[in-house]
Structures are given as C-alpha cells and as structure tokens.
C-alpha cells in the first residue's frame, strides 16, 4: 500500500511541539505508522463518524482519510479524557484542518 501524506492542523502541530519529548516522539512515530496504514485506527461513532482514532499510551490522535488525495487529516491529539470533545468542537465549527473533498 503507498503512503498517504499526513495533514497537520497548526494547532494540532502546535500541541505535539508541546508534548514531553518522549510522548513526542511516540506521537510522531504513530503519525508515521497511520500514513503508511490509516485502517491501523478504530472507528469512531456519533458526531465524529468517519473519523479514526489511534492509541498512543493516554493519548489520541483524531483523524480522518482522503483516499482520493491520498492524505490522512490529523484532527486533534490529547489525552483520552479530552480529545474527542475537541475533536467534535472542530468537526461542528469547520475548523478540522481539512480541505474540502474533491468533487
């Protein structure tokens, strides 16, 4: 399978430069492993149908997959007790990072 190209939101990106550089670097690593795979993740329900998420220790990546652009949307990353009610406030207001599918 090629590779997909993760999409990074700047504050997504501006969060993982924050992180303790060993939750950093196992961060990174998973974002590497969910570009060369994205099914590695479970699906999510609800508001964030569509979405994935990928485990990394207390932590979640929050994402979604553009098959046809051949990228991986990263939507959100924080600890398990947060994530996905900022994932669903991005999702609600429009500001997930994404671009538009194509048509």
């Not at 992180?19 to 795979?37: F, H, S, Y």
């Not at 990546?61 to 009610?85: F, L």
Request: no cysteine; charged share 40%.
């Amino acid at each position: 399978m090629a590779g997909y190209r993760p999409v990074i939101a700047p504050s997504v990106a501006d969060r993982i430069r924050r992180l303790a550089p060993e939750l950093k670097r196992a961060v990174r690593e998973a974002i590497r492993l969910i570009g060369t795979d994205p099914r590695r993740g479970e699906a999510l329900e609800r508001e964030l149908e569509g979405y994935l998420k990928f485990r990394v220790r207390r932590y979640r990546i929050v994402y979604r997959v553009d098959r046809a652009a051949k990228t991986v949307a990263i939507v959100a990353i924080g600890h398990r007790s947060s994530v996905y009610e900022e994932a669903s406030d991005r999702v609600r207001a429009g500001t997930t990072g994404e671009r538009e599918p194509r048509r």
